[in-house]
Nanobody
């Protein structure tokens, strides 16, 4: 069992930055591929970025490529999402997720494959 807790959301102006954190507990952190998803009102939850258990491989949605950076600190069992050049369309609840049992360099983009989810943190970008 893995418990995930997001933090770092808030209100920011367009062009600004935020860093989200996802603190994990319960199992060996490096055994889990992880990802960030977001859900805007009345929209489906969508993939944002993912990182392998080893932290060596990352993957981004086209909409955030070049603006967001995913990373993980295995010693602190925490994953991060650095969000720069934020746009109003980035407004959503952001969720972190984890899935185990994969080779260390694997990233996962499909939300249906994730086993564990955090409760979400709200990010609001004003224009």
């Amino acid at each position: 069992q893995v418990q995930l807790v997001e933090s770092g959301g808030g209100l920011v102006q367009a062009g600004g930055s935020l860093r989200l954190s996802c603190a994990a507990s319960g199992r060996t952190f490096t055994d889990y591929a992880m990802g960030w998803f977001r859900q805007a009102p009345e929209k489906e939850r969508e993939f944002v970025a993912s990182i392998s258990g080893s932290g060596t491989t990352t993957y981004y949605a086209d909409s955030v490529k070049g603006r967001f950076t995913i990373s993980k600190d295995n010693a602190k069992t925490t994953m991060y999402l650095q969000m720069n050049s934020l746009k109003p369309e980035d407004t959503a609840v952001y969720y972190c997720a984890a899935v185990g049992g994969l080779p260390g360099g694997t990233t996962v983009q499909a939300k249906r494959l994730y086993d564990y989810w955090g409760q979400g943190t709200q990010v609001t970008v004003s224009s």
